[in-house]
């Protein structure tokens, strides 16, 4: 037999760094991963990846180790890779084919890399970190600083890092340098400027796969078409309106809308209903109540807030979302203390909703917090 086959539990070395390496190997089953150092480098998941050949091919030392991320079966080859090529000459296509996916996938890194608040995941990293704890940062480019404080206005409690340049070339400049996780462009920047950009964009390695916005008047349709016609993925308009703006970016960025609307203030879980509701963004909202809750009660909170203060005008919609909260709350036995942040003389109406009606009425979220403390102490 010209190989063994090997099962490996997770966290085992395969392969280890700084060796001189004989034959090479197969996955047969389960997932590796490859590390140099203390920083994992890729990972190899398809059944009949090979691995390990360079070392021979090469007479270099392993430049990285070889990992069981699960349980594992592998295939080792004992017999030289130039050997085994002159027996099966068409082996050598797969070695080729396997190269130059390696190639690929380390090119992407290098393009990436430290770009990207250096990608590559700690060996110690338990994986649940991820581009989630990575900062948000938005790069800006618009003539007029005025969009761009209407813009940092409504992005305020995002806790989003924006960069704001007034020029194409500023921009191509900073993205030669730097990472964004989404790019917004006024269309109307002079020189066709926002169309060049786009394409000037597209072929920066920095910036290729990176989302790009339009900044366009309402209504403007044509810019709007030619923006489309060279990649640009969302449009915002101007003058900005703030949830638009935000739910336009959110689905850009692959992010959950919902996230815009809840917070850890003070020690307590708040929300804050929507001032306006579609039923895509309340179905969300309610699929992420049990998870949301769930969070909260394994950090230990135990107080809650419900802001409705910022609903210039109290739809069915939303008290039906404050119900369905409510509900779900009530399905574990409530365990917050629980308060509304409201304004006007129609405030006291929410505690009378189903479920609500131990749910104190404050007139600010510190008000709450503070109140929610007392009840707590006594």
């Known amino acids: 037999m010209i190989y063994e086959v090997q099962t490996f539990e997770p966290g085992e070395l395969i392969l280890k760094e700084g060796e001189i390496g004989k034959g090479f190997c197969i996955l047969e089953e389960g997932e590796l991963q490859v590390i140099r150092g203390d920083k994992i480098l890729n990972e190899i998941t398809s059944r009949g990846s090979m691995f390990g050949e360079l070392s021979e091919l090469l007479m270099y030392k392993r430049d990285a180790s070889i990992r069981a991320k699960t349980k594992a079966s592998v295939k080792f080859f004992n017999i030289s890779l130039p050997e085994f090529v002159e027996q099966n000459p068409k082996f050598a296509v797969k070695i080729i084919r396997n190269l130059g996916r390696r190639l ?7 393009m990436e890399g430290d770009a990207r608040n250096n990608i590559l995941k700690s060996v110690n990293d338990s994986g649940e970190s991820s581009v989630k704890d990575q900062v948000t940062r938005l790069l800006i480019v618009e003539e007029k600083q005025a969009i761009f404080e209407q813009l940092r206005e409504s992005l305020s409690k995002t806790g989003w890092v924006l960069d704001w340049v007034s020029s194409e070339d500023e921009a191509v400049t900073i993205c030669d340098k730097e990472y964004f996780s989404a790019i917004i462009v006024s269309c109307s920047l002079p020189d066709n400027g926002a169309i060049d950009l786009k394409r000037k964009l597209k072929t920066n390695p920095m910036s290729a796969k990176t989302p790009v916005a339009g ?8 810019a709007k078409n030619d923006a489309t016609a ?7 308009s101007k003058p900005i309106e703030k949830n638009k703006a935000l739910n336009t970016l959110y689905e850009m960025l692959n992010l959950d809308f919902s996230d815009q609307y809840f ?23 309610n699929r992420s109540f049990p998870r949301r809750i769930s969070a909260a009660i394994n950090d230990g909170v135990d107080k809650m807030v419900v802001d409705v203060s910022q609903l210039s005008e109290v739809w069915a919609e939303s008290i039906q979302l404050v119900t369905d909260l409510a509900e779900h709350l009530e399905q574990i036995e409530n365990p917050f203390k629980t308060a509304f942040v409201a304004e006007g003389e129609d ?5 009378k ?3 609500c009606e131990n749910w104190v009425v404050c007139e600010s979220v510190k008000l709450a917090v503070e109140n929610l403390t007392k009840s707590e102490s006594s």
């Open 215 to 222: 900044l366009l008047t309402k209504g403007d349709d044509r």
């Open 263 to 285: 917070n850890l203030l003070e020690g307590a879980l708040y929300f804050r209903v929507p001032a306006t509701l579609n039923e895509e963004l309340l179905a969300q909202i």
């Open 353 to 355: 909703l189903d479920g």
């Open 104 to 110: 690929i996938r380390m090119n992407e890194i290098a």
């Open 347 to 351: 405030s006291s109406n929410w505690n």
């Open 230 to 236: 060279v990649g640009y993925s969302a449009f915002i």
